[in-house]
């Protein structure tokens, strides 16, 4: 990766940000030296799927870490000045595993110095289910308002301690939000509590989602 980072360096001299999707594996066999030395080569962002910071769900989609491992990656490509995009998928604990996934995402994040953080709305195609199903005794997918009630609990429980772009925009989301954590975290609480009041009106319909 080195050698590649050094010939971009060369071949683009206003080159200013190269990014890579890493995981919690690909940081922890990298000394700190090593992370520091690819962030001097203008390695400044990497994107990372948190998807749960619940142990048990973590072994359930084979993610191959744990919460403290995820903790400990992140941590060290922070300490390199490395920035973060992580993602958040709401729904991964079906109804049965709600309050654990988001208190342990939550705890998770907040043990961590994100730059940014999404969060996706779980979807499954029809050839997958039946896989993914597998690993659960029971599995009851969420309805939106149920997605909702996650989004809302996870940001009632993230207290960053450094500020954190959010955006909940991707295609399979219901309800686009977008705002700086932890400053617009009381509106954006506000713009959920107000499309659970007013209804599907509110949502994007579900021709226009995707996953």
């Known amino acids: 990766m080195l050698q590649i980072l050094q010939y971009l360096k060369q071949s683009f001299p206003k080159l200013s940000r190269v990014s890579v999707y890493a995981t919690a594996q690909n940081l922890l066999e990298k000394s700190d030296d090593e992370l520091q030395l690819l ?4 390695l400044n962002l990497i ?3 948190i998807e749960t910071g619940n142990d048990p769900l973590l072994n359930k989609i084979n993610k191959g870490v744990s ?3 995820m903790i400990e990656a992140l941590n060290k490509a922070s ?7 992580a993602t958040v998928i709401l729904g991964l604990g079906g109804g049965e595993f709600t309050h654990e996934h988001i208190e342990d995402t939550a705890i998770l994040i907040n043990s961590t110095r994100l730059n ?3 969060t996706l709305q779980l979807g499954l195609e029809e050839g997958i289910k039946k896989h ?3 690993y659960f005794d029971h599995f009851t997918m969420l309805d939106d308002w149920q997605i909702l009630d996650e989004q809302k609990r996870l940001l009632e429980r993230l207290n960053p301690s450094n500020r954190i772009i959010f955006r909940s925009n991707h ?4 309800l686009p939000l977008a705002g ?10 506000e713009e959920i509590n107000r499309a659970l009041s007013i209804g599907e009106r509110a949502l994007i319909p579900k021709c226009f989602r995707n996953f």
Do not use: C, M, W
Request: avoid cysteine; hydrophobic fraction near 40%.
């Open 39 to 42: 962030y001097e080569n203008h």
């Open 47 to 49: 994107y990372f799927g």
């Open 67 to 69: 919460s403290v491992q």
């Open 79 to 85: 300490t390199a000045q490395i920035k973060i995009s």
């Open 116 to 118: 940014y953080l999404s």
């Open 132 to 134: 993914f199903f597998k």
């Open 171 to 174: 295609a399979s989301n219901a």
């Open 180 to 189: 700086t954590l932890p400053k617009d975290t009381a509106r954006l609480l």
